[in-house]
């Protein structure tokens, strides 16, 4: 399974940004997409999940703030961020499986005044 991101950038507070993860490969076997963000010093937190039955979960500071979403062939994984803040800022990655046993390479997202 390979995952590829984009939609980053750099925004200010209370913009938003809709990133996108289209994975190829042996994808028919994956349930679970997440969304994780890396901050500078810090390690990667869960921002979001998708399973397969459609149900999602969302760390306590996106709630409310972020959507995270599939197409029906589940090709591909939004992450729709909106009123985006400060500590919203750091390297987003798509991830696919339990563990997760797939990462793609990250894109970089830059919240400021």
């Known amino acids: 399974v390979q995952l590829m991101e984009s939609g980053g950038g750099s925004v200010q507070i209370g913009g938003s940004l809709r990133l996108s993860c289209v994975a190829s490969g042996s994808i028919s076997s994956i349930n679970e997409m997440t969304w994780y963000r890396r901050t500078p010093g810090l390690e990667r937190k869960l921002v979001a999940a998708i399973f397969g039955g459609g149900d999602t979960r969302y760390a306590d500071s996106v709630k409310g703030r972020f959507t995270i979403s599939r197409d029906n062939a589940k090709t591909t994984t939004y992450l729709q961020m909106n009123n985006l803040q400060p500590e919203d800022t750091g390297v987003y990655y798509c991830?696919?499986?339990?563990?997760?046993?797939?990462w793609g390479q990250g894109t970089q997202v830059t919240v400021s005044s």
């Open positions: 991830a696919a499986g339990p563990g997760p046993r797939f």
